[in-house]
Each structure stands twice: as C-alpha cells, then as structure tokens.
C-alpha cells in the first residue's frame, strides 16, 4: 500500500542528493566548502576530496536502503534487515583491514571505500528479499 508513491518520493529524494553532492564534491565548490566553510587548511581540503568523490553515492544507497527496510517492516518480513546490517558492518570491517594492512591504503580512503562496499554488500542482499514481499504483496 502506498508503495508506488514511496518510490517515486524516493527517486525524486536520491536523485536530488545525488546530483547536490555531486555539484559539490567534483567541482571547484568543493574547495570553497572545505576551506572557506570547514575552515580546513590547503593540506586538508586537497586530502579530503578523494573521499569525499568516493562518498559520493552513500546518500543514494541509504535512501534505498531506508525504501528496501519500509517495504519489509510493512510486509512483517524483518529478519533480512538484521542479517544486512550484520553483513554491512561485516564487510565494512574486513575491507579496512585488507585495505590498510595489506594494500598500504591511506585511512580516510579505505573507510571511504569500505562503507561505500559495505552499503552496496546490504542493499545488493536485500534486493531479493524485497522481490520476495513485493510478489507475496501483489498476490494477496
């Protein structure tokens, strides 16, 4: 019920963040929003970029992720959630470690490619679990 409202709120939502933070984040706004608003020096602002371009596509998984969890909190089909978010966390964890002990990868950019990894890990697992309530839905 509701669902086709939902998700055209949804991609209206993760399409205008997408293309903000985009605007932002590979243009030279970027530099203005870290140096003049964030105050952070030439150093930072030049090492925050990179994460900040792989971030880039979080708030769009998190919007998916909050429709994929309504539509299984309304179909009373809940034990997916807990299993992504452990599979989520999961990954997320074991990306930093390969990352940064085994690839000499700097900090901020193997925890930005870990959760970026690590969203797509939760939303990737819970694609066929929503089929499986929207079928079971349409059915009824």
């Not at 409202?5 to 870290?34: D, H, M, Y």
């Not at 034990?79 to 997320?92: C, D, G, H, R």
Request: charged share 15%; aromatic share 8%.
């Amino acid at each position: 019920e509701g669902y086709k409202q939902v998700r055209k709120f949804a991609i209206v939502l993760a399409s205008c963040v997408f293309i903000g933070i985009t605007s932002i984040a590979f243009t030279p706004i970027a530099e203005i929003w870290f140096k003049v608003v964030s105050g952070l020096s030439d150093e930072l602002t030049n090492f925050s970029i990179i994460p900040t371009r792989i971030l880039v596509i979080l708030p769009v998984l998190g919007v998916v992720l909050a429709v994929q969890r309504a539509i299984l909190v309304n179909g009373k089909y809940t034990k997916p959630i807990t299993f992504a978010t452990i599979l989520e966390i999961s990954v997320i964890i074991v990306v930093l470690i390969i990352s940064i002990h085994f690839m000499d990868a700097i900090g901020a950019i193997a925890a930005a490619h870990a959760l970026v990894i690590g969203r797509l890990m939760a939303n990737g697992f819970l694609v066929l679990q929503v089929r499986k309530v929207l079928r079971r839905i349409k059915s009824n």
